[in-house]
């Protein structure tokens, strides 16, 4: 199950790296605010507020699943994955490709554009 | 022994929408408010998230969202000739039990009563005579106008984050929205959802036979939204489990996740779960009422509650049921006519199809409470002549899936099997490629059709059971032959490979599944003998007491209730804001 999960997510880390999306950092974070109204019922930047997910502060560099306090899938908790701007991005083109069986129920954002813009906000507000 | 608790200025019993909305309103105009519920706390993020929300063995088979027989129920019979049983498991319809009521586990169809409802008797003896209302339909005007209803709708549909399409703006009719709706002023909350096939074809074939379809109006958000109170919904995602399940992306419109948790912010608004409120207390001369006796279930404890006001929102049943235990208002008598506590028990009527097409994908497991569309021609549509056809009120309908669940639906042609090799074989043959079309239907008051206190059968707490007295009559019969015959024609004109087609309902009983739309009992109106609640919802016994909830409707339309529930939560809100500085009857008799 383990080496799966994480074999499917570097293929698709590996096609991202490949250059079929933008570089995540190179979005318009301003557009990304409003992207991120999709995700605010149940995600917050600011520290230690968990809602329906897990707060985001401190996103980026830091391990899937770790948060405190927060009830993860088994699924995300075993990926491997370290949140960077390619592999948020990786995710978010479609969550249960990326890590199936993961609790989030957002079918994903289809739009290379509209993620990159979302990747560039969460890097800055995330901080 | 009773603790007797300190006094609050309002007792809310019952935390759905109704009470919701009703005490964060009143906390933030600073009175203090305590609300009572019997269920336990629930939440999206504990309890309706993935993967546990998708249970169809927990949610609809064992109904853990619904009030539980064991502890209280209702007797039931179809006319006072018959002894009345109860009923001990939930089949016909599912009252909810927990924080968020039956606003946690509904599909989100929102819709406007017009003023065809709130002034029924009126429009049918102008139009047809008083003759043509049989002796023993007791329907009558609501006391309410359409016009005074309006802004609150529209408060209701933004903050449950209703999806729809205008049909009349101001009077002006709206290409693609509902031609026979009355006019608002604003647009939905949000636009439509997106339809799924089995909607576009029978909008489609809808259309050809010359009617008008448009998308049913939803509270479930068709993308991401920020309601005027600052709750956030997130977009829905099509995942097909609305009816009976907590929505899991905190998109369909829901007390739990909007209002309620904006009145637990404030310091003014306390909730205490697993409190059931077993009576109304009254003062000595019964002008008033001083609070409510209540029992914590977990442990027994009793409490009595002293109020300044108190305010029934329990689901609709609930509220009649503690009117008729407290001895507020005098109960209904269907042989002698006299009373008005249980009177006017209404709930619905319906018909459906389901059409077959072989090579049809329609993937039923992707659908939200409002991917349908509707046709209101024989509804709202005064135009519609019910003079030939000898039926008092109308019915809706509708084309597409709502909650087709993967384990649950299984639409197999009539006269298949309902076990085994051939059995299996239809289901996997038809699971993908059949639709439905389906008619919901008013159903008009009936002097016999009411509730009363059961002379045998107790619940937990010692307390008579509510007895239920209800069948559909010669008018609904005919309702649904014209439904059915409509329903079938249409499902004709989309040529399927094959047909199950609709029935009328002749009878009611209280298995399967039909609807959770039970109405009346403690009725508005505009004279105290033949009403419970003025115009306000406040009582024409106690003034201090206002009951809200489908219970006060005089009659049941076609259309679902919660539209004109929520919206008279808003003006009661406002009415008891009014109330808060000259107390007193709102309404002289």
């Known amino acids: 199950m383990r080496s799966n999960s994480v074999r499917i997510l570097s293929a698709v880390l590996l096609l991202t790296a490949a250059g079929l999306a933008a570089p995540a950092s190179a979005g318009d974070a301003a557009r990304g605010e409003q992207k991120f109204a999709e995700c605010a019922t149940c995600h917050s930047v600011a520290a230690g507020a968990n809602g329906v997910g897990p707060s985001l502060f401190g996103l980026i560099g830091r391990k899937a699943g770790t948060v405190e306090n927060f009830r993860y899938s088994p699924a995300m908790k075993r990926s491997g994955i370290v949140w960077t701007g390619q592999t948020l991005d990786a995710f978010l083109a479609d969550p249960q490709k990326a890590v199936p069986a993961n609790r989030m129920p957002y079918a994903g954002l289809t739009d290379a554009s509209d993620r990159g813009d979302l990747v560039s906000y969460l890097e800055k507000a995330t901080k | 022994m009773v603790t007797k608790l300190k006094e609050v200025d309002v007792v809310v019993v019952g935390l759905g929408w109704t009470g919701g909305i009703l005490s964060k309103e009143l906390a933030e105009s600073g009175l203090k408010v305590v609300a009572l519920e019997r269920g336990a706390m629930r939440s999206t993020g504990d309890d309706y998230s993935l993967p546990g929300i998708r249970d169809e063995l927990r949610y609809v088979i064992r109904h853990d969202l619904m009030q539980n027989t064991a502890r209280d129920t209702l007797t039931i019979r179809n006319n006072p000739s018959q002894e009345a049983l109860p009923m001990r498991q939930l089949g016909s319809f599912l009252p909810g ?58 408060r209701f549909e933004y903050t449950a984050a209703v999806s729809g399409k205008a049909g009349n703006l101001k009077g002006k009719i709206q290409e693609g929205g509902n031609p026979f709706e009355a006019p608002r002023q604003r647009e939905y909350a949000l636009p439509p959802l997106t339809p799924i096939l089995a909607s576009e074809m029978f909008t489609e074939a809808t259309k050809k036979l010359g009617y008008h379809p448009f998308p049913r109006p939803s509270a479930n958000a068709s993308r991401a939204y920020t309601n005027p109170d600052g709750a956030k919904y997130g977009a829905c995602q099509y995942c097909g489990y609305c009816q009976r399940f907590g929505c899991e992306a905190n998109a369909k419109g829901s007390p739990h996740m909007s209002v309620i948790p904006l009145a637990m912010k404030n310091p003014n608004f306390e909730l205490r779960t697993h409190s059931w409120v077993t009576k109304v207390l009254k003062d000595s001369d019964g002008k008033r009422v001083t609070g409510v ?83 209101d ?11 030939s056809h000898g039926f008092v009120g109308a019915y ?4 597409g899936f709502n909650t087709a669940l993967p384990i649950g639906y299984r639409p197999v042609p009539r006269g298949t099997p309902q076990w085994g090799k051939v059995w299996k074989a239809a289901t996997a043959k038809w699971y993908q490629t059949a639709m ?6 008013s159903v008009m008051a009936n002097r016999y059709n009411c509730y009363d206190l059961d002379p045998t059968y107790k619940n937990a707490f010692g307390q008579p059971l509510m007895r239920m007295t209800f069948d559909y009559k010669d008018n609904e019969v005919k309702l649904g032959r014209h439904a059915a015959a409509l329903v079938n024609d249409i499902a004709k004109s989309m040529n399927p490979t094959t047909v199950n087609p609709a029935n009328a309902r002749t009878q009611w009983t209280v298995v399967p599944y039909q609807s ?7 009725i508005m109106g505009t004279d105290p003998k033949s009403s419970v609640l003025n115009k306000y919802l406040q009582s024409w016994d106690c003034h201090n007491l206002f009951v809200v909830g489908a219970n006060v409707f005089p009659h049941n339309a076609s259309y679902n209730p919660t ?27």
């Open chain 2, 97 to 154: 039990e927990v924080v968020g009521g039956s606003g946690v586990h509904w599909s989100g169809h929102t819709w406007r009563w017009t003023d065809m409802e709130f002034k029924i008797r009126s429009n049918y003896e102008e139009r047809y005579g008083k003759n043509f209302i049989p002796a023993d339909m007791t329907i009558q005007d609501w006391g309410i106008t359409y016009d005074e209803l309006e802004p609150y709708y529209e």
């Open chain 2, 293 to 375: 006796a209540y029992t914590n279930i977990l442990n027994g404890e009793e409490f009595e509650q002293p109020a300044g006001m108190v305010l029934l929102t329990a689901y609709a049943i609930n509220n009649v049921h503690l009117m008729l235990l407290s001895g507020i208002g005098e109960p209904y008598d269907p042989v002698a006519q006299k009373g008005v506590v249980g009177k006017n028990y209404c709930y619905q009527t319906g018909v459906g199809t389901t059409l077959f097409f072989e090579g049809r994908y329609f993937n039923p497991f992707m659908s939200a409470g409002g991917s349908n569309a509707t046709i």
């Open chain 2, 377 to 387: 021609d024989f509804n709202i549509n005064w135009g519609f002549d019910r003079g």
């Open chain 2, 396 to 399: 809706n309908v509708s084309g």
């Open chain 2, 436 to 441: 439905s079309i389906s008619a919901a239907g």
């Open chain 2, 516 to 522: 959770t739309h039970n109405t009346g009992g403690t």
């Open chain 2, 563 to 589: 539209g004109p529930v929520g919206a008279l939560a808003y003006w009661t809100v406002d009415a008891i804001k009014r109330y808060v500085k000259a107390p007193g009857p709102m309404v002289h008799a």
